[in-house]
């Protein structure tokens, strides 16, 4: 998997002071999109040993939330494996530290994926440049929904943050 960036100290990317990082790859093509830069499956850098050691010691420091995940595409056939592996080490590492994943896909299409038992927000849906709207939090477009996943799994139906 190649990155972009892991952002140490953001503030855009959910609640809180979060490590944000933005994998490389996207099919999803969404028009009116604010990284079309990271599309590009083979761009930025490999998310080798050394990123994974400077990822985890941003997550270490006590005033950080969490990490979100973005890019790109997380979800991504050729990223997925990689996240699920991050998002399972982050969560035997940092069990206090919450996980928030944005997704072109949809929660009902992707609930049963091995890799949601350890997100605790999924921000889904494509964006839709006609559904702008930039007076939501945490999401670009009105389709767009922010899923507290625990317990949308524990009621069987989508739960809203």
């Not at 100290?9 to 933005?22: F, Q, Y």
């Not at 420091?61 to 595409?73: A, E, L, Y």
């Not at 849906?125 to 006609?130: D, L, M, R, W």
Request: proline share 3%; hydrophobic share 35%.
């Amino acid at each position: 998997m190649n990155y972009h960036k892991i952002e140490k100290t953001s503030i855009a990317n959910g609640p809180g002071v979060r490590v944000t990082l933005w994998v490389s790859g996207c099919t999803c093509h969404c028009k009116g999109c604010q990284n079309p830069q990271t599309w590009d499956f083979n761009s930025g850098k490999l998310f080798d040993e050394n990123a994974k050691q400077e990822l985890f010691e941003a997550l270490s420091k006590s005033w950080i939330q969490g990490i979100t995940f973005s890019g790109g595409h997380p979800l991504e056939n050729e990223n997925i494996t990689d996240v699920y592996n991050l998002c399972k080490e982050i969560k035997e590492k940092f069990p206090t530290k919450d996980i928030w994943l944005y997704t072109g896909y949809v929660f009902e299409d992707i609930h049963s994926y091995l890799i949601i038992k350890y997100i605790d927000v999924l921000v889904d849906g494509p964006f839709i440049e006609s559904q702008k709207d930039l007076t939501l939090k945490w999401r670009g477009s009105s389709n767009q929904r922010v899923i507290d996943v625990k317990q949308s799994l524990k009621q069987n139906k989508v739960v809203f943050t």
